[in-house]
Every structure is written in structure tokens, then in C-alpha cells.
């Protein structure tokens, strides 16, 4: 039995605990003519997601004064580590492959939502290409292949 003491001193620490697991992480990328994947549940590891765009920049003036420029930069870079030969790293290749040959109006439909379900807000990608094919090794043990997909528009919701 818990003393009431330890209790209230359990609670509490528990107050100001945050809990993070990635398996509360719930991406999915869609292309009209590819298809939806969850990417999440078919192995998906580390997402990166990188803002290439500043969103300001001050400019100096030669008598003085500072200018701030408010900027509109929402490209950027997500990158994907998925495990080699998992249904994730077969949908990529397959959207990367049908994208070559893509028609042109057709190459920058792809879309890509990443869910914090515990963090309470989810990151829409538009505009998601792959940069390139990555690199595939052969070795004793399966391992990871990393996808870096180009991003038009990454807004925060």
C-alpha cells in the first residue's frame, strides 16, 4: 500500500512530466495517382523537418535606423527514415518512380500530414517531392534508408 504522502508526492511529479513516443506521431502521404500510405504504421523512424526560408531579415540603413522585413518562407526539407524493404520504402520508390515520368501539373500534387497526437498539433507539407532516390547498402542486417523530400508550403496547425 502507498502512503499518502509518497502518493501526493507521486501525483505531482507526475503533474510535471511530459510524455513523448513516437508511436503518437501519425504521418500519412497522399498522392492522387500514387495513392495514401500511413507512413507511421509501416515503419517509419526519425522525421526531421527543416525550414529552409527565414521568416525575417533587418536591413541597416547608412543613417541609422534598422529596417525589419517581415518574410514569407515556408519551404523547407522533411526527411524520413524508413526501414529498407518495409512498405514505406516500397510506397516511396514507387511515388518517386511515377513521379519521373509524371506529367509536368502533376509532379508537385503530393501532400504529406505528420500528427502529434500527444503534442496536440499536426504539420501539413505541400508541394512534397522527392529530392532524390536514396542509396541502397546490402549488409548482414537490414538498416534504415533516409528520404529527403523537397516541401513548397510546410504550415503548422
Not at 509518497?6 to 510524455?19: A, F, Y
Request: proline share 3%.
Amino acid at each position: 500500500m502507498i502512503e499518502p504522502d509518497m502518493k501526493e508526492r507521486i501525483l505531482c511529479h507526475m503533474s510535471k512530466t511530459t510524455v513523448y513516443s513516437l508511436a503518437d506521431v501519425r504521418t500519412v502521404m497522399y498522392h492522387q495517382d500514387v495513392g495514401q500510405c500511413v507512413l507511421s504504421s509501416q515503419g517509419a523512424g526519425k522525421i526531421s523537418i527543416t525550414y529552409s526560408g527565414d521568416i525575417s531579415s533587418h536591413t541597416a540603413t547608412a543613417d541609422g535606423y534598422v529596417v525589419v522585413n517581415r518574410l514569407r518562407n515556408n519551404h523547407g526539407i522533411v526527411t524520413i527514415e524508413v526501414p529498407q524493404n518495409s512498405s514505406a520504402d516500397e510506397y516511396l520508390r514507387r511515388w518517386a518512380r511515377y513521379l519521373k515520368n509524371a506529367q509536368s501539373y502533376l509532379f508537385a500534387l503530393t501532400a504529406l500530414n505528420i500528427v502529434d497526437q500527444m503534442g496536440g498539433f499536426t504539420i501539413y507539407c505541400e508541394g512534397v517531392t522527392p529530392q532524390k532516390i536514396p542509396e541502397r547498402a546490402y549488409d548482414l542486417t537490414s538498416g534504415n534508408v533516409s528520404w529527403t523530400l523537397l516541401v513548397a508550403n510546410i504550415s503548422e496547425g
